[in-house]
């Protein structure tokens, strides 16, 4: 059974920085292309990053770009978002993603002083 | 980027009843391989999306078949049968023929 863990969440202030962890299982983690999709409070859902399987190529979506950072490390099966110079409209549930099929629980940032 | 518009915005269906939701987007999302990209999800009340419906119309292990989806091109459909109070929730589509993978605005479903 594929499941997805998201973890490392919480509250930060503005401008600072947090790492989120996505622990992958019941797949070949390597093998797949991998996403990061947020929602914040009350809203819908909004695609943020991608890594490919191996991690040598990554996209961004244009709000986050040059603040966040998408990478994994495929000996330990796990998919990391490091976000740093958070504002507060980075607010959101965050989602790790395999295809568009599994989705993990989500992890709540909440960026507020 | 891809734009998914939905239609309509909330839906209040008596149960036992259809129900039908439009998705639009302003590309096609027929891949060169073939398929066509574009996904249902049903995101109940203070949880995560749930796949209901993969490239179009195959239903995802689990999902009651009085959910179908449909569609080609540009324009998809998801069909609820007989509508239960389980299925209360925000109903999203989803194309992933593009990055950045985009959303419909979603479909607020209440029970009457």
């Known amino acids: 059974e594929v499941q997805l863990v998201e973890s490392g969440g919480g509250l930060v202030q503005p401008g600072g920085s947090l790492r989120l962890s996505c622990a992958a299982s019941g797949f070949t983690f390597s093998n797949y292309w991998m996403h990061w999709v947020r929602q914040a409070p009350g809203k819908g859902l909004v695609w943020v990053s991608h890594?490919?399987?191996?991690?040598?190529?990554?996209t961004y979506a244009d709000s986050v770009k040059g603040r966040f950072t998408i990478s994994r490390d495929n000996a330990k099966n796990t998919l990391y978002l490091q976000m740093s110079s958070l504002r507060a409209e980075d607010t959101a549930v965050y989602y790790c993603?395999?295809?568009?099929?599994?989705w993990g629980q989500g992890t709540l940032v909440t960026v507020s002083s | 980027d891809i734009v998914m518009t939905q239609t309509p915005l909330s839906l209040s269906v008596t149960p036992g009843q259809p129900a039908s939701i439009s998705c639009k987007s302003s590309q096609s999302l027929l891949h060169g391989d073939g398929k066509t990209y574009l996904y249902w999800y049903l995101q109940k009340p203070g949880q995560s999306p749930q796949l209901l419906i993969y490239?179009?119309?195959s239903r995802f292990s689990g999902v009651p078949d009085r959910f179908t989806g449909s569609g080609s091109g540009t324009d998809f459909t998801l069909k609820i049968s007989r509508v239960e109070a389980e299925d209360v929730g925000i109903y999203y589509c989803m194309q992933a023929i593009h990055l950045p993978w985009t959303f419909g605005q979603g479909t607020k479903v209440e029970i009457k």
């Open positions: 993603a395999r295809l568009g099929i599994n």
């Open positions: 890594i490919i399987g191996d991690g040598s190529a990554t």
């Open positions: 490239e179009v119309s």
